[in-house]
T-cell receptor
């Protein structure tokens, strides 16, 4: 398996524009997580899904952020409109969650710069 | 409220010596603990984990110790190598229930191993 695949790797956009980040989890994994990494807040969980259903989106900073998982092999994180303070590295991760939790595998991340 | 804390932002060690990275947690529901390593421009990669039913887990040069009564865990790297230089994240999750493998991360510790 190629691991968790995120696209794009880098995104530079102007303030006010819509940004869509994409993630393909590892096949067979049933949990998917979106994290954001900043200097100030470290790795913070934004939202996570189990079996394609959003479980907890309490980490989503504002209504400008939304995430979807239309099927087991694809998820998007959308920011509309984007603001400079959204600049960060966004990571997608997936894991198989059964009776016991296991490690999550991370993608390479998308470095977002909003100017 | 930071439930997982890594109080040392950085650690510098000589090659061949032991590196000890520390982590404290506050949530008594956590019962599965992980360490991740992160290189620049890459996603975090899983290193080693430990379940709360154990107090030690070893994998080659890496050993994780868990002290449940103190809510403290540590990662020992022996011997340290320059290639170990990276950011190390401690993470924790609660098995079962509705956690679905959700990981809560510490702020990270930058380890530098000098030749």
């Amino acid at each position: 398996d190629a691991g968790v695949i995120q696209s794009p790797r880098h995104e530079v956009t102007e303030m006010g524009q819509e940004v869509t980040l994409r993630c393909k989890p590892i096949s067979g994994h049933n949990s998917l997580f979106w994290y954001r990494q900043t200097m100030m807040r470290g790795l913070e969980l934004l939202i996570y899904f189990n079996n394609n259903v959003p479980i907890d989106d309490s980490g989503m900073p504002e209504d400008r952020f939304s995430a979807k998982m239309p099927n087991a092999s694809f998820s998007t994180l959308k920011i509309q409109p984007s603001e400079p303070r959204d600049s960060a590295v966004y990571f997608c991760a997936s894991s198989f969650t059964g009776q016991r939790n296991t490690e999550a595998f991370f993608g390479q991340g998308t470095r977002l710069t909003v100017v | 409220d930071q439930q997982v804390k890594q109080n040392s932002p950085s650690l510098s060690v000589q090659e061949g010596r032991i590196s000890i990275l520390n982590c404290d947690y506050t949530n008594s529901m956590f019962d599965y603990f992980l360490w991740y390593k992160k290189y620049p421009a890459e996603g975090p990669t899983f290193l080693i984990s430990i379940s709360s039913i154990k107090d030690k887990n070893e994998d080659g040069r890496f050993t994780v110790f868990l002290n449940k009564s103190a809510k403290h865990l540590s990662l020992h790297i022996v011997p340290s190598q320059p290639g170990d230089s990276a950011v190390y994240f401690c993470a924790a999750s609660a098995n079962g229930g509705t956690s679905y493998g959700k990981l809560t991360f510490g702020q990270g510790t930058i380890l530098t191993v000098h030749p």
